[in-house]
């Protein structure tokens, strides 16, 4: 084993001067545990990925089968292979009529551009909106509509003809017209803190979307997979988007994204040219039977039903008077403070305590909390008592 920090340090690239740090040797359920014995409570999944927990043993006993049969055997769209038939086929099983092509891809960022250059190619247009304190992903299309302009500035030129609309504001809707090619959108905002819209905001905006023949992207790489208390988030607002993204989560553990969409819409890909958007390991088969495992979990130990009851133990038991305002929808936590200052020390006394909560990438007030959805009652009474305890001494 090798937890050397200088390799770490040197020869891993870093992406910011002050990484976590910490060494982890072995993870289960909702913990992680360090090379000399110390357990972390994982209170962030993995940043939005272990909503199932950490190696679930159904997840673990998928792998293994898959890897018994095969690895990789070719790039992803020639040869039939039977994890991903499943995988797409409880896909179909779960989402509504419309979603029911999946191009499987390796990330997030990856399934938010094949979405881009799908709406285009369907369309026939290339105006693209999105909206500010968005973020989409860290490759040159994702981040081309993602709203944190400082993160960006330094890498541009980017995606011309990308126009930016605020979040839940009905009155910007007129900002998407027969010009636009699609309107992508996390249907909750992550990393600009945990931002619900309304009902009656995603009405409108559907409403729009179809008056304009603009595709309506859902990205919901961060909200899905239960997340929210529904397998996707979109369910709580009676709309269903044109092409929806996923990734994070969906893997339960392993790296796989997806951007689904209606057969008709998907076709654009195949044809004028061929070969629209390819990619390598996409598919990959044991990344595809995790997947399906996953999907799996979350149905038959009926996780959904008791994420909003979770959700609100935690709110119940955080009540702090240094507490400023906490945004949630099940279980999905902003918890916002006076300022980045201390929200930087109960972060590092968390870690100390042993409970991992984290920044926000684009709103540097508030913590997250997103723990796996399989987490106890009990265990959240022993997370909100550290939660408190760093909180006290920050
Ligand atoms: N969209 C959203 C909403 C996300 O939260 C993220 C990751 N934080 C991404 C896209 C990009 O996903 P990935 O890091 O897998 O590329």
């Known amino acids: 084993m090798n937890f050397n920090q200088d390799i770490f340090l040197n020869n891993i690239a870093q992406t910011t001067p002050f990484p976590y740090s910490i060494s982890i040797e072995r993870a289960e359920g909702i913990y992680l545990y360090a090379p000399d014995g110390k357990r972390y409570t994982d209170l962030i999944s993995g940043i939005g990925v272990s909503n199932i927990g950490h190696r679930h043993p159904t997840v673990i006993k998928a792998i293994k089968d898959q890897l018994d049969k095969h690895l990789h055997v070719m790039v992803y769209g020639e040869f039939i292979q039977s994890s991903p038939n499943l995988l797409a086929q409880k896909l179909n099983e779960i989402l509504p009529p419309n979603l029911n092509c999946s191009y499987f891809v390796n990330s997030g960022t990856e399934a938010n551009e094949g ?62 017209t027969t010009r636009t090619a699609c309107v992508i959108m996390e249907t909750i905002q992550g990393d600009a803190g945990v931002r619900v819209p309304s009902k009656e905001f995603m009405l409108a905006l559907r409403k729009r979307c179809d008056e304009t023949g603009a595709l309506l992207i859902l990205d919901e790489i961060q ?12 369910e709580q607002f009676n709309i269903v988007p044109d092409i929806l993204t996923i990734a994070k989560a969906f893997g339960g553990g392993l790296p796989i994204g997806a951007f689904i969409s209606d057969k008709k819409i998907m076709n654009c890909l195949t ?24 999907l799996n979990v979350i149905q038959d130990e009926k996780l959904l039903d008791t994420v909003e009851e979770k959700g609100k133990l ?3 038991l955080l009540v702090h008077a240094k507490i400023k305002e906490i945004r949630r929808i099940g279980l999905l936590f902003a918890i916002d403070f006076d300022s980045e200052e201390r929200v930087n020390r109960i972060v590092e006394k968390g870690k100390e305590l042993g409970i991992i909560c984290y920044w926000f990438l684009s709103h540097p007030y508030s913590f997250r909390i997103a723990p796996p959805l399989t987490i106890t009652h009990e265990e959240i009474q022993e997370s909100c008592a550290l939660i408190l305890k760093a909180i006290d001494n920050s």
């Open 115 to 176: 979405a881009l250059k799908l709406a285009k190619r369907y369309t026939g247009r290339t105006e693209i909106v999105s909206f500010r304190k968005s973020y989409h992903g860290s490759t040159h299309g994702s981040m081309s509509v993602s709203g944190n302009e400082i993160k960006k500035a330094a890498f541009r030129p980017l995606l011309p003809d990308v126009k930016f609309i605020t979040f839940n504001t009905i009155l910007d809707l007129q900002h998407i």
């Open 223 to 234: 909200c899905g997979m239960g997340r929210t208390g529904t397998f996707f988030a979109f």
């Open 271 to 294: 044809h004028d040219p061929m070969l629209g958007h390819i990619t390598t390991f996409g598919g990959n088969p044991i990344c595809c039977a995790s997947a399906l495992a996953t």
């Open 314 to 316: 935690f709110e119940k």
